[in-house]
């Protein structure tokens, strides 16, 4: 990239264009939905600190050394850093800048993980503390208060929830469930919804004035209420904020996932209608969700007595 990866481009003379057309180059290279927003929000946030900088090998080493001291975790540096290699690449691809250039990038060493990270849960209290964050008399606070029970209480991924609408909700076996709903790798599965789940949904429904379309969209300043879904990237940053706002510190979507997991299994829920509920395929994935540690006061085996 040297200089050239930003001045070469689309005739752009300015910052917003040089990142809409990096965008772009990225955009149309990356086939995952979640890894193309996840890609371009980073070489946004890239560009936001490069302003004023060539884009070199050492300008990039220099934005992955900035991550680790501002405390971000490896894995987000891996994958801000992996968008930039991707965007190097593509430049070469299209001849905006020459082999030797894009390869000096894309071989600007990543962040070693220890060990696997299996991200976080929430104990009972953190999760009752965060679900009362919103404040319940402003229309967004209604519509952030069902969004977290549903995250909460549902264990849906974030994609599941921007992409629900209100034909997901429905009655069966004298229950409300989110019913036949697509998940990963295009699976399908209904997913149960305890009453005060939907009584929150329902409460944000009827003041927004929805009846069909999307069930969690977007509330402008004013307090009007869209037609779009929110975005994945609106639902991360949505959780984000809150945890921050009640102290409970980085949080995402997933880690209220991991959350609902184990609180299921703390109160006696089954390993197998946990992993229904999850969705997966592996009862192997569902264990480690659940991040069972041994407990060695009330150790398993004590009962095993031959006495």
């Known amino acids: 990239m040297a200089a050239d990866l930003v001045l070469v481009g689309p005739e752009a003379g300015t910052d917003v ?8 180059l990225v955009r149309n290279a990356v086939r995952s939905p979640h890894t193309r927003e996840a890609y371009l929000y980073a070489l946004e946030q890239f560009f936001q600190w490069a302003a004023g900088r ?5 300008s990039v080493q220099g934005y992955v050394t900035w991550l680790g001291e501002m405390k971000f975790s490896p894995s987000t ?20 800048v020459d082999s030797a250039t894009a390869q000096a990038i894309v071989t600007v060493a990543g962040v070693k993980q220890k060990g696997r990270r299996l991200g976080r849960w929430l104990a009972w209290e953190e999760a009752r503390t965060l679900l009362q ?22 264990a849906l991924r974030r994609g599941e929830l ?4 209100c034909d997901h909700l429905a009655m069966r076996d004298g229950r409300w469930v989110f019913l036949d709903f ?15 789940v939907k009584q929150a949904v329902d409460g944000w429904l009827d003041t927004a004035g929805i009846e069909k379309g999307p069930i969690f969209r977007r509330v402008a300043a004013s ?34 996932r991991r959350t609902a997991a184990k609180l299921c299994r703390s109160k006696g829920g089954e390993l197998e209608q946990i ?21 060695l006061k009330n150790a398993v085996n004590d009962a095993l007595v031959f006495e």
């Open 275 to 295: 992993q229904f509920l999850l969705g997966h395929e592996s009862i192997l994935t569902t264990e480690r969700y659940l991040g069972s540690e041994q407990d």
């Open 54 to 58: 060539s884009i070199s090998r050492e």
């Open 77 to 96: 540096i891996n994958q801000r850093l992996a968008a930039i290699r991707k965007l190097a690449s593509e430049a070469e691809r299209c001849g905006y």
């Open 133 to 154: 964050a919103p404040n319940p008399h402003s229309i967004r606070g209604m519509r952030d208060r069902a969004l977290l029970a549903v995250l909460v209480a549902c």
């Open 17 to 24: 264009d040089r990142v809409e057309w990096a965008k772009q």
């Open 223 to 256: 307090g009007r209420v869209g037609e779009d879904a929110l975005t994945e990237r609106a639902v991360w940053q949505l959780v984000r904020e809150y945890a921050a706002q009640v102290g409970i510190g980085e949080l995402a979507p997933h880690d209220l």
């Open 182 to 196: 697509l998940g990963k790798g295009n699976k399908v599965r209904s997913v149960a919804v305890p009453l005060w």
């Open 162 to 165: 921007s992409r629900m609408n």
